[in-house]
C-alpha cells in the first residue's frame, strides 16, 4: 500500500515563521510515517498539470526551520470557477495518496482551502484540510490574547528600525513621517510606534466617531509637531498605519494623489507606493502654508519586517502550531484552522464560526482603540495639542482649535 501523504502550501506574502510552521509540520509528521510534500507557488500547483513540489525530508525541515522568508515559494494565486472547472490537478492527490492539506497563509488563503476540499469532496475524493493562520498585520480574528504568527517579529524588527529613526531625528533635529504596513488594522503601527514612545501615531481604529480625511491625518501631524515645538524639542517621529487608506473615499484617495492597482483577491496593492512620501508631502505643504520650516523626511516599514528571522516568541509559537496540525488531524478535524492559547493548548477554529453571516468573509480583529493599553499611551506617550496649549499654539498655528487631537477626532 502507498506511503500515505500530507501536501502543504503557503499563501500570499510572507511572515516571519513561515519556515518554523512547515518546518514543524514536517518533523511531526514524517516522525510519523507519513510523506510531506512542499508545493511552490502557493495554489497554482494544484491547477498545473506538473506542479513545482519538492518532498520535505527531516533534514530539510530541520534546516528552514528557524529561517526567515520561506523555503516553498509562495503566491496570492486566487483560482476562478473556471480553473475548478477545467484545471484542478486531481491526480495530484489521487496518484501521492495525499490525506490532509496544510495551508498556511492568511484569510484568503483559508477561504480557498475550504473550495479546495469541498471540490475534492464532490469528487469522492475526501481530504482533510487545516489552516495555520499567518500575518504580520495581526488581524485575523484569533481569541484574545493570540497574537498572529509573524507579528512579534515583524514588530520586534519594525521597532528596530523605527528606533533607529528617532535617535537620527533627535540627532539631525527633523521629523520622520514613517508608515507601517497594515492592511485594514493598525497593530502593527501601533505596537511600533507605542514601543519607541513615538510622539504621534495614526491608525484607522482613532476615526470611530469621524470619516478618516487627508485633512485629519495631517492635521494630527502637524499637532504633534507644534506641540514638541512648544515643548522646546524641535523634533520627533509620526508613524502611520497604510489601513487609513482603506477607509478613505475616493475622493479623498484622488486628492492624496494616489493610484491603485489591486491584486487577485481585490485588494489595494499598497505595497506598490510610499504612503509615507505620499504623507511627507502633505505635511511638508502645510507646514509651508503655516510659516513653518519643513524638516520631514519620510520612510516605509514594510517588506523590510515580512523576512525577518523570527524571533524566539515565533519559534516557539510556530513550532506548537505545527505540532497542533498533527494534534487536530488525528482527532478528525477538518476545515478549521489550528489555534494554540497563552498557556500552548492547542484548539481547533473553524472558518464558518468566524465568517461574516452574510458575506462570507472572515472579518478583521482590530485594535481595541478603547482598551486601558491603548488610551495610556495616547494619554500619557504621545504629544498633541490640547486646550491647554491653544495661547502658546498661536505663535504657529492661527487656528489651534482645529489642530486640538480630541477635536480633530471627535472624541
Given at each position: ?19 518554523s510552521?512547515?518546518?514543524s ?62 484545471d ?76 533607529t ?52 491625518i ?48 481585490g ?29 520631514v523626511?519620510?520612510v ?47 484548539r481547533?477554529?473553524?472558518?464558518k ?51 486640538d ?7
Open positions: 500500500m502507498k506511503q500515505e501523504a500530507i501536501a502543504i502550501l503557503t499563501g500570499g506574502g510572507p511572515a516571519p515563521g513561515m519556515n510552521v512547515v518546518g509540520v514536517a518533523k511531526t509528521f514524517l516522525q510519523n510515517g507519513y510523506r510531506v510534500i512542499g508545493l511552490h507557488e502557493g495554489y497554482t500547483g494544484l491547477f498545473a498539470r506538473e506542479p513545482r513540489t519538492a518532498d520535505i525530508i527531516y533534514a530539510i525541515a530541520d534546516d528552514i526551520f528557524n529561517r526567515g522568508g520561506s523555503y516553498l515559494k509562495m503566491s496570492r494565486f486566487k483560482p476562478t470557477d473556471s480553473n475548478f472547472q477545467n484542478f490537478n486531481l491526480d495530484f492527490f489521487v496518484d501521492n495518496n495525499i490525506k490532509l492539506l496544510v495551508t498556511v497563509g492568511g484569510d484568503d488563503t483559508a477561504s480557498t482551502a475550504n473550495r479546495v476540499a469541498k471540490f475534492l469532496t464532490d469528487k469522492n475524493y475526501p481530504i482533510s484540510n487545516i489552516h495555520v493562520p499567518k500575518t504580520i498585520d495581526n488581524d485575523l480574528p484569533l481569541p484574545p490574547g493570540s497574537p498572529t504568527f509573524g507579528f512579534e517579529s515583524a514588530q520586534n524588527q519594525g521597532a528596530m528600525i523605527a528606533r529613526l528617532y535617535v537620527d531625528a533627535r540627532t539631525s533635529e527633523n521629523w520622520f513621517i514613517v508608515a507601517a504596513m497594515g492592511r485594514s488594522a493598525g497593530h502593527l503601527a501601533f505596537g511600533i510606534g507605542a514601543s519607541c514612545h513615538y510622539p504621534m501615531i495614526v491608525i484607522p481604529e482613532m476615526f470611530d466617531k469621524t470619516e478618516i480625511t487627508v485633512d485629519k495631517v492635521s494630527l501631524i502637524v499637532s504633534s509637531i507644534v506641540k514638541r515645538k512648544i515643548m522646546g524639542m524641535d523634533y520627533g517621529a509620526a508613524i502611520v498605519s497604510e489601513g487609513v487608506f482603506h477607509d478613505l473615499s475616493t475622493e479623498e484617495v484622488a486628492k492624496a494623489g494616489v493610484t491603485f492597482t489591486y491584486d487577485a483577491h485588494h489595494p496593492e499598497l505595497g506598490k507606493i510610499s504612503k509615507a512620501h505620499v504623507f511627507n508631502q502633505l505635511v511638508e505643504t502645510r507646514l509651508i502654508e503655516l510659516g513653518i520650516k519643513p524638516r523626511r519620510p516605509e516599514i514594510g517588506y523590510e519586517v515580512r523576512c525577518q528571522t523570527p524571533v524566539a516568541y515565533d519559534l516557539v509559537y510556530c513550532t506548537t502550531l505545527g505540532i497542533g496540525v498533527y494534534k487536530l488531524y488525528k482527532e478528525g478535524a477538518t476545515g478549521c484552522m489550528v489555534y494554540a492559547d497563552p498557556a500552548g493548548e492547542v481547533p477554529l473553524y472558518l464560526d468566524l465568517q461574516d453571516p452574510v458575506t462570507g468573509k472572515i472579518p478583521p480583529r482590530l485594535v481595541d482603540i478603547e482598551s486601558n493599553k491603548i488610551q495610556s499611551v495616547i494619554q500619557y506617550i504621545m504629544a498633541y495639542i490640547t486646550p491647554a496649549d491653544y495661547q502658546a499654539a498661536e505663535a504657529y498655528l492661527p487656528n489651534p482649535e482645529a489642530y487631537f480630541k477635536k480633530i477626532l471627535n472624541w
